[in-house]
């Protein structure tokens, strides 16, 4: 079937606006996760899902930073306020599950976020 | 915390050359270890995983064995070609939930 799937593709914005990413997962995939990839810091774990609850926030860089997901499905990452260190590719992953340590993790072609 | 230390790039080799990634990393516990690969334009994809010690993943010509003395999953390919010209990442999978650790990636440019 269809891989994951990112949208926008491309967003810019202003400093101080809001902005909203969207994630479709592989169909069937319980865990779904958001990375960040900047120049300065590399690839960072932001958050992941296990069905519809997120266990884990620690990566969320600031309160500025939320995401939801509902359905089991479609995940939605909002950055509130932005700034220009947001300024990014946020990448949405997906897997069967969280357990055992070695599923593989099914990466979109991310989205770019520009803050001006 | 966990971390995860590979080679800076970029590295730059001919077309046929052996090609090694050096990647070592920190966790507690039996973390899994892989390696991802980026193709320009392209987003991040699997390339091979380990989930034990001594285990060797292997996939499109590349290898790496998981070396729990050393703390180490160096990437090899014994004859690279144009086309795996790519940044590549090494990562582990360790805690609860499964996110990955990565590395800061090592982009190969691999010259006819």
């Known amino acids: 079937g269809a891989g994951v799937s990112q949208s926008p593709s491309n967003k810019v914005t202003e400093k101080g606006k809001d902005v909203e990413l969207r994630c479709d997962p592989i169909?069937?995939?319980?865990?779904l996760y958001w990375y960040r990839q900047s120049l300065g810091q590399g690839l960072e774990f932001l958050i992941y899902f296990q069905g519809n609850s997120a266990p884990d926030k620690s990566g969320l860089p600031s309160d500025r930073f939320s995401a939801e997901r509902t359905g089991g499905s479609v995940s939605t990452l909002t950055i509130q306020r932005t700034q220009q260190e947001d300024s990014a590719v946020y990448l949405c992953a997906s897997s069967k599950r969280t357990s055992g340590g070695a599923e593989t993790q099914y990466f979109g072609p991310g989205t770019r976020l520009l803050v001006l | 915390g966990d971390s995860v230390t590979q080679m800076e790039g970029p590295v730059t080799l001919s077309e046929e050359a052996f090609l090694t990634i050096n990647c070592t990393y920190t966790?507690?516990?039996?973390?899994?270890l892989f390696w991802y690969v980026q193709y320009p334009g392209e987003g991040l994809q699997l390339l091979l995983k380990a989930t034990k010690a001594d285990d060797k993943g292997s996939n499109k010509g590349f290898e790496a064995t998981y070396r729990k003395e050393t703390t180490s999953f160096h990437l090899e390919k014994g004859s690279v070609q144009v086309s795996d010209s790519a940044v590549y990442f090494c990562a582990l999978s360790g805690r609860a939930g499964n996110m990955l650790t990565f590395g800061g990636g090592t982009r190969l440019m691999v010259k006819p």
């Open positions: 966790a507690t516990g039996y973390p899994s």
């Open positions: 169909s069937g995939h319980t865990a």
